[in-house]
């Protein structure tokens, strides 16, 4: 499924877009005032399962085996 079919635009959400390349696993710090949402998707836009952990202001994103694609935060 697209990313593009999962988000609703709105002018008043802020949305991070975090692309990867043949990675096992990203570290993303954000300043959102709250846990974000985060999405992971593949290089053909198609939603992955991924393990999300939180520790204060930064995410880890790890995967099963390397992988490309794009992380949104919101």
């Known amino acids: 499924m697209p990313v593009s079919q999962v988000f ?6 802020q949305e991070i877009e975090i692309p990867f390349v043949n990675v096992d696993s990203v570290v993303v710090d954000h300043t959102f005032p ?3 949402t985060v999405i992971v ?4 836009g198609n939603l992955i399962q991924a393990d999300v ?5 930064r995410i880890t ?4 085996s390397s992988i490309s694609g794009s992380i ?3």
């Open 61 to 64: 994103v790890t995967f099963c």
């Open 41 to 44: 998707c593949d290089s053909s």
């Open 8 to 13: 609703i635009d709105g002018s008043t959400l």
């Open 72 to 74: 949104f935060i919101r």
């Open 34 to 36: 709250h846990r974000p």
């Open 53 to 57: 952990s939180y520790s204060g202001l």
